[in-house]
């Protein structure tokens, strides 16, 4: 592993000369490796399967860099998919062999990151892929709602609360699809409807213990000072709290 994230390093320090945001992603992967570990040992994985989690961890966000330098974007829809980006860059003079000798996980790997943007996995993924593939959208999400605490991300709203799509998305457990987002106030629902995606019993469990959601919503609650939109997140937060109880049983 320590070979692989030396060349991950490798990799991205061509990248550092476009900027902070660079930096802030290449966190982001270290952590969401840590991440991909953790739940990878809550499921009982052999020592050869959490290696396997933790390389799609270090590679799931590969074609961020390329994007940021090409783009000057993290946002797919005014850019390129990052996640197919990144698989073409993997699959690029098989540089994929970089990070892991052996090719039988490879379809594997490629489609864990193809897969782990994308508003659902599709039904027909063998149980395998399927299961690497949840958790690395588990670990990604969880890192991303760090962001948002951090400040790291930070969203203006612009609307005095959420547009009528978006809160019933919510209120009825749905991850919000983000053509449904009409302004900067709705951009904010989606890190809220991230829950809704959320897969293995770990994840909830430090969602919980970290307090990620109610820290969330306490930061925006008061962030335009409107009553309609602060009952909103009141009602979003009990919905939320109670997804993950039942979750956690």
Not at 45 to 74: C, N, P
Not at 134 to 145: G, H, P, S, T
Not at 157 to 171: G, P, R, W
Not at 180 to 197: A, E
Request: proline share 0%; charged share 35%.
């Amino acid at each position: 592993m320590n070979k692989a994230i030396e060349e991950f390093k490798k990799y991205t320090s061509a990248y550092i000369e476009y900027g902070t945001m660079i930096t802030l992603k290449i966190n982001h992967t270290l952590r969401v490796v840590e991440l991909c570990e953790k739940i990878a040992k809550s499921l009982n994985m052999s020592d050869e399967e959490i290696y396997i989690a933790k390389i799609i961890g270090l590679l799931h966000d590969i074609g961020r860099f390329e994007q940021w330098k090409v783009y000057g974007t993290f946002k797919d829809i005014d850019s390129t998919d990052h996640a197919d980006l990144g698989v073409k860059i993997l699959k690029k003079d098989n540089y994929l062999r970089k990070y892991i000798e052996d090719d039988k996980y490879d379809k594997l790997i490629l489609d864990s990151i193809m897969y782990h943007n994308k508003f659902f996995i599709p039904n027909n993924l063998d149980e395998k892929t399927n299961i690497f593939s949840k958790l690395i959208r588990d670990a990604d999400k969880i890192d991303i709602l760090y962001l948002y605490i951090d400040r790291e991300i930070d969203l203006e709203l612009d609307e005095k609360c959420f547009s009528k799509e978006v809160y019933e998305a919510l209120l009825n457990k749905k991850d919000i699809d983000r053509k449904n987002i009409k302004n900067k106030t709705d951009r904010f629902s989606v890190s809220l409807g991230f829950i809704f995606d959320i897969n293995y019993k770990y994840s909830f469990k430090y969602l919980k213990e970290n307090k990620y959601f109610d820290t969330i919503i306490d930061i925006y609650k008061n962030k335009l000072n409107s009553e309609e939109f602060n009952k909103q997140l009141e009602e979003i937060r009990k919905v939320i709290n109670n997804y993950i109880e039942v979750n956690l049983c």
